[in-house]
């Protein structure tokens, strides 16, 4: 993957090279045709994993097997190409899936080919558990997990008379969401801009602070009974709405907007460093801040899944071990900012030293590593949890965009949800 995120969709291909036994690496294929033809794999993922080409070449020179990367702009889209292919044709031999849609996946386990036993202990353990089926299969190798820190512009912070250094940020933004509300409407107030990027950011950083969102383990759905979700949606139209530069993120605008300085703060995943970066790459006065409101948070982390019926199976297999070992993990780290969710590469003092020199040489791995001490709660999120947040996020623009109000607009969101 290069740094710099795509702005338009990719559809995820299926390569057009046969399987063959790889004689010096031992990596044989269950495609059974031509051994001498040599493997070319498909990766699919979206948004920025930090798999530059220099990367993906590293492999290709390690292995002898060619590396074809195609990169959806959003989650969304491919989460839409992904079910739609999943278990037919047509999809890359390697495919990411979000954290947010997950679950979903995880009922499809029979169709993904299991990871090798040899490398189970080496993520997290709830990363682990989150990945194992009702047979006891690892189907999953993670990738990241996404601790979040405030990303702010030091240059609109001072012309708004904000503190710049990022300890000073990080004690302004000790405190709950009330707290981020009124200095964002503080921010607006002094400088007639929009503080935060989107609305629906702020969604998911609120209701990723929930133990449970839309559905209970058990498989019951509250979505539209959860006070805590009428809350986040109440809070988000009131105070976020109207201190935020666009309704969501991933516009062609939206994307613009990063290097043109319309808006001042982002919350940030590790992941989104290289969003920023690799968006405007000629922008200055990005920093990172350690906290966030109300404590901490996770917001997406992704796995690699090999579906069962490529061709390439099992050199599929070595790539995605490839990319998810702990070395490979540290690398992407730096490439993208996609905090490590292997065991080895948390401890190691690679990790702990990292900076970051497009955000003002942020220690970015000391941050992101508080920020994820800081995390107190995993948010159950079942199959359905895509559908149902997907549908409060297009709720919250509807109010942001005047199509609706607030109260009109939830109704609204109650009426789909129950005809989920």
């Known amino acids: 993957m290069t740094v710099r995120t795509s ?61 074809v990367h195609n990169k959806a702009a959003t989650s969304n889209d491919a989460r839409a190409n992904y079910f739609q292919k999943l278990g037919k044709t047509g999809l890359a031999d390697v495919e990411a899936v979000e954290i947010d849609w997950f679950t979903e996946a995880m009922q499809y386990a029979d169709l993904l080919a299991p990871v090798p036993a040899d490398l189970q202990g080496r993520w997290l353990d709830w ?34 008379g904000l503190p710049t250094d990022r300890a000073e940020v990080a004690d302004l933004f000790d405190g709950d969401w009330d707290n981020f509300f009124e200095i964002g409407a503080q921010y607006k107030a002094a400088t007639g801009k929009p503080f935060i990027d989107s609305a629906n950011s702020v969604l998911q950083g609120i209701v990723n602070q929930y133990e449970l969102a839309y559905e209970d383990p058990d498989g019951t759905i509250i979505a539209t009974e959860n006070p805590d979700i009428r809350a986040a949606y109440d809070a988000v139209v009131e105070k976020a709405v109207p201190i935020a530069a666009y309704s969501g993120q991933w516009s062609e605008d939206w994307f613009a907007s990063l290097a043109s300085g319309e808006f001042a703060v982002m919350l940030c995943p590790g992941w989104m460093l290289g969003v920023i970066s690799g968006n405007a790459p000629e922008t200055t006065g990005w920093d990172i801040a350690d906290a966030f409101p109300g404590g901490g948070g996770n917001w997406g982390g992704s796995y690699l899944t090999v579906p069962a019926n490529g061709k390439n199976v099992e050199a599929a297999q070595k790539l995605a071990a490839w990319l998810t070992s702990p070395e490979v993990q540290l690398q992407a780290f730096a490439n993208a900012g996609t905090f490590p969710s292997q065991v080895e590469a948390l401890a190691s003092d690679e990790l702990a030293s990292a900076t970051n020199e497009y955000f003002n040489n942020a220690p970015t791995g000391e941050i992101l590593t508080d920020r994820a001490n800081a995390i107190t709660v995993a948010t159950y999120k079942g199959p359905q949890y895509f559908q149902f947040h997907d549908a409060l996020q297009n709720a919250v623009t509807r109010v942001f965009d005047g199509l609706e109000d607030q109260e009109t607009s939830w109704n609204t969101w109650v009426t789909e949800v129950s005809a989920f």
């Open 7 to 67: 702005r338009r969709t990719i559809a995820a291909a299926v390569a057009g090279a046969a399987a063959f036994a790889l004689v010096a690496t031992g990596c044989s294929t269950g495609g059974g045709t031509d051994p001498n033809e040599p493997v070319t794999l498909t990766l699919a993922t979206f948004n920025d994993f930090g798999y530059t080409d220099e990367l993906l070449a590293q492999f290709t020179e390690e292995t002898g097997i060619e590396v």
């Open 127 to 160: 990363k682990e558990a989150s990945a194992t089926d009702s047979a006891g299969n690892l189907i999953a190798y993670g990738t990241d997990i996404g601790p979040q820190g405030i990303c702010y512009r030091s240059d609109l912070f001072a012309a708004a």
